[in-house]
Nanobody, 124 residues
Framework: QVRLVESGGGLVQTGGSLRLSCAAS????????MAWFRQAPGKEREFVGG????????SYADSMEGRCTVARDNAKNTFELQMNNPEAEDTAVYYC?????????????????WGQGTQVTVSS
């Protein structure tokens, strides 16, 4: 069993920056491919970005390309999301997800483990 706990959410100003962290436990973290998803009110959960278990591959949603960076620290069992210049449309609950797949998929069905989510509200 893998346990994922997100942190770093809250109120963020437009034009600032956002950093979320996901702490993993319960399995060898380095063997997990990790991803961030988000879900806004009334919308489906959508892929933000992910990184493969060996950090060989990173992938981002088209809308996130150039604004977001994902990174992992296998020594600390942590996975992070950095977003620059957040906008009001980035307001959502952000979820950390894990899979034993080799690459980060954009489909929620491909992930076996999920965190409880952390609320991010972007306001001017």
């Amino acid at each position: 069993q893998v346990r994922l706990v997100e942190s770093g959410g809250g109120l963020v100003q437009t034009g600032g920056s956002l950093r979320l962290s996901c702490a993993a436990s319960g399995h060898v973290f380095s063997s997990l491919t990790m991803a961030w998803f988000r879900q806004a009110p009334g919308k489906e959960r959508e892929f933000v970005g992910g990184i493969s278990w060996m950090s060989l591959f990173k992938s981002y949603a088209d809308s996130m390309e150039g604004r977001c960076t994902v990174a992992r620290d296998n020594a600390k069992n942590t996975f992070e999301l950095q977003m620059n210049n957040p906008e009001a449309e980035d307001t959502a609950v952000y979820y950390c997800a894990a899979t034993f797949g080799q690459r980060a998929s954009a489909s929620t069905a491909d992930y076996d483990y999920w965190g409880q989510g952390t609320q991010v509200t972007v306001s001017s």
